[in-house]
């Protein structure tokens, strides 16, 4: 069986009461045992029957299963945000001492976690050019406990060389972690390039309508006791697992993953194509651009899908914001891979509470709109994008 269709038909862990042919949103907080011997033997791991929903949840194991179908990783975990997978990971490595070798470009929350808030717990951020292997050399040290990057970065759109850097990750003895939210698992294996550790938004592509926040912690088992630990002790007493609300609503946009990403990467090559040929657009960044400097290495590691993010470079901060304001059908939101095709200005939005220093540093421009392209007709969406620029003429 081909992954996609074992992950339409993963089956449940148990038989279901009713026979229902969705998985049932198991609502509870906890789960009675017949005895004390079965009930010691769940709360000490050596079953796989649920004990409390903190750490495990019917709805929410099956959610993960899915997953595990798809990319055949060894563990897979889901949690209650994007933010809660990369938390918990980068929490789960590192230790007070311990530094994180990372980039500046990279998501504005996750750049406030390993360049702030893990500062405060005596964790640090070395900083530096993830496409620069000599720089990336010298970054580590006895004391790195993870190289970590963004599989294409947000808004830059820069991809480094995943077996570079886990070839120097490795060496080290250290895991290579990467948040793949930009490239669906069902595009291209990451452990095959050499990533030990994957995190992914599930608010994204594979909520599909926007219907929910969520993250999925992807282990390959190639990290020590790695999995077991997210598990025992993250799970535990960080408190960040899924909702099985939420997996159940994760799990029905997860089986249309693959055919909505077909089409909303289809649209994205047509609009990045059309777009380039209208005045007043600057620049169109789209790595399935032949012309884009990461454009090869892109197709050697994620195959010809490019995913369906895209930039484009306006005169000035004024006119991103009047674009933006005259968009009729394109909608004004954050978020990504919505099945609507949503606009936003990162730099005073995603990036508004960082300085105008710290965003020069992070090259995050006035003048840069990000797309990221929805379901719709590309024709409408072209259309739309033209009325709101020529607007910016008169
Ligand atoms: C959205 C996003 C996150 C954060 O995910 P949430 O589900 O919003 O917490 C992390 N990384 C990338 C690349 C994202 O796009």
Known sequence: MKKQTSAIHTQFQRRDAYDAISMPVYHTAAYEFDNSAVMVDAFCGRSDSPDYSRVMNPTVTYFENKVKALTGAHEVIALSSGMAAISNTLMCVAAAGKNIVSSRHMFGNTYALIAGTLGRFGISAHLTDLTDEAAVEQAVDADTCCIYLETITNPQMEVADLKMLAAIAHRHGLPLIADTTMIPFTEFCAHDLGVDIEVVSSTKYISGGATSIGGLVIDYGSCRDFGRRMRNEMLLNLGAYMTPHVAYMQTIGLETLDARYRIQHTNACTLARKLRQLPGIGKVNYIGLEDNPFHDLALRQFGPS????LTIELESREA?????????????????????????HPASTIFGNFSDSQRKSMDVLDTTIRLSIGLEDADDLFDDIRQALEGNKQ
């Not at 991103?320 to 936003?344: E, M, S």
């Open 306 to 309: 490019a995913g369906a993010m």
């Open 320 to 344: 991103c914001f009047a674009f933006i304001d005259r968009l009729k059908l394109i909608r004004r939101a954050t978020n990504l891979f919505d099945n609507k095709t949503l606009a936003i």
